[in-house]
Structures are given as structure tokens and as C-alpha cells.
């Protein structure tokens, strides 16, 4: 098992050996990569994929909100070490996909990593850990209607990989960021599925 990651880059980094290791990457190998110390990665990967241009394939961001709903519940009840049943641990992508998506990230993460980074570290533990859970779940929820318009899912994701960006990184000031886009996002949200259901 690889050392916590403690930026994007290292998440990164990480994805791109176990692609440089196997054909395909399964969601259980990048979980146990990942570690088990922090629970940023697990709302921040699922969510920076669907931000991902392998976030376009149809049905995915639905799978991966609901991924990212099933690591939330388990933080809410604080469990140590993050639980994946078998047929979501072994979904895979094959190398080259993860490979791709890495490399369009590396850019955003180097300025994420850059600025964000151990502010206020005390808004990123205890209470605040389950305040992050509670948000990304409520997100995670308006993701499936969403993905029936193009790039809407987006806008609840990018809420969710701030949260999980904040636990990451212990930054406090980011934490409260993400609070504020949760609610932008799911007015947002609200907004598109009410016009969607009025219009048709």
C-alpha cells in the first residue's frame, strides 16, 4: 500500500503507477493505493473522473455519485478503513483511459496545489468531516438527473472535489469554500431538474 497522498498530484501520481503496473485499474486497487488515514481521495477521485473527459461516457457520473455516496455513509459513521463491495471493486478501466485522464489534470493540479493548502486545519476534522459527507451526499443525489443535460453533473462535482480536496489538504478556508459551492451547486441543481420537469 502506497503512503497517504497529500495533494492531487500525489493521487495522481498514484493512479498513473498503478496504470504503468496493470492493463486495467480496478476502483479496489486505487481504494487500497490510496490508503485509509485521510477520506479526501475518496470524495476527490470519483469526482475529478466525471470532471475528467472519462467523465463523458453515458452512465458514468451516475455510477460515480453513487460510489461516491457509498464512501460518504461510511465517513458519516466514521468507519476507519473504507469498505467496497465486489462488483464495484472490481470495476476497471484499462490503463491508457487513466493515463489520459491524469494527464489532462496535471495542470489543474498544480494550481490547486499551489493555493490550497493547511489553512484553518481545524474546519477539516471531526464534525466538519461528517458536514463534508452529509454535502457530498446531498450533491452526489442531483448528479443522475443531471447527466440528462449536458455538463450540468458537473457543477455538483466540482462542489464535491472541493470538499474532498479541503480533507486532503486539512484546508480550513477551502472547507468553507466548498460549503458555499455546495449550496450554489445544489440551487443550481434544483434549478435544472425543475425546468426539465416544467418543460416537459
Do not use: C
Not at 42 to 60: C, Q, R, W
Not at 66 to 95: C, D, E, T, Y
Not at 114 to 124: S, V
Amino acid at each position: 500500500m502506497a503512503d497517504d497522498p497529500h495533494s492531487i498530484g500525489d493521487i495522481l501520481d498514484g493512479l498513473e503507477k498503478l496504470a504503468d503496473e496493470e492493463e486495467q485499474v480496478s476502483l479496489g486497487d486505487a481504494v487500497e493505493a490510496f490508503g485509509n488515514r485521510s477520506y479526501g481521495p475518496f470524495l476527490l477521485v470519483p469526482a475529478l473522473i466525471e470532471m475528467s473527459p472519462i467523465g463523458g461516457i453515458p452512465g458514468l457520473p451516475t455510477v460515480l455519485a453513487a460510489i461516491i455516496i457509498l464512501f460518504a455513509v461510511q465517513m458519516v459513521f466514521g468507519r476507519k478503513h473504507i469498505w467496497l463491495p465486489g462488483f464495484l471493486a472490481n470495476r476497471s478501466i484499462s490503463a491508457e483511459k487513466v493515463k489520459k485522464a491524469t494527464d489532462k489534470l496535471r495542470g489543474t493540479a498544480r494550481f490547486f496545489d499551489r493555493w490550497f493548502h493547511g489553512r484553518l486545519p481545524a474546519l477539516t476534522t471531526g464534525p466538519f468531516v461528517r458536514v463534508a459527507a452529509v454535502g457530498s451526499m446531498l450533491l452526489a443525489l442531483t448528479v443522475p438527473p443531471l447527466e440528462l443535460l449536458p455538463f450540468a453533473s458537473t457543477a455538483p462535482m466540482a462542489a464535491i472535489a472541493a470538499f474532498g480536496l479541503a480533507l486532503l489538504v486539512r484546508d480550513g478556508v477551502l472547507m468553507i469554500a466548498a460549503i458555499v459551492l455546495a449550496g450554489v451547486a445544489a440551487a443550481v441543481g434544483i434549478g435544472f431538474v425543475g425546468s426539465g420537469g416544467q418543460s416537459g
